[in-house]
């Protein structure tokens, strides 16, 4: 089993930049493929990137790819999201996620944070 924390959201003009961080408990963090979603109010959770355990292969949404990386750290237990060129559309609340198995798909995951809130001012 594994807890995440999602860190370093906020408020940034669009254009910017943020980075999140998802900070992992236990000793096996580099076992799991990791994933971002993000959720508006009233919308779905979507995907926006995923990154397997050895950080060899990434996957990106059609939305974000070119302006976010996706990475980790296995010896920090910690994945990164870096957001650039941020749009007021990225607004949401955006999660982590640990899953056994690699995905672009909720349901694949098993294991979630608490989220943290992005918000871009136009």
């Known amino acids: 089993q594994v807890q995440l924390v999602e860190s370093g959201g906020g408020l940034v003009q669009a254009g910017g930049s943020l980075r999140l961080s998802c900070a992992a408990s236990g000793r096996t963090f580099s076992s799991y493929n990791m994933g971002w979603f993000r959720q508006a109010p009233g919308k779905e959770r979507d995907f926006v990137a995923a990154i397997s355990w050895s950080g060899g292969s990434t996957y990106y949404a059609d939305s974000v790819k070119g302006r976010f990386t996706i990475s980790r750290d296995n010896a920090k237990n910690t994945v990164y999201l870096q957001m650039n060129s941020l749009k007021p559309e990225d607004t949401a609340v955006y999660y982590c996620?640990?899953?056994?198995?690699?995905?672009?798909?909720?349901?694949?995951?098993?294991?979630w944070g608490q989220g943290t809130q992005v918000t871009v001012s136009s």
């Open positions: 996620a640990a899953a056994f198995r690699m995905g672009t798909t909720a349901t694949t995951y098993n294991y």
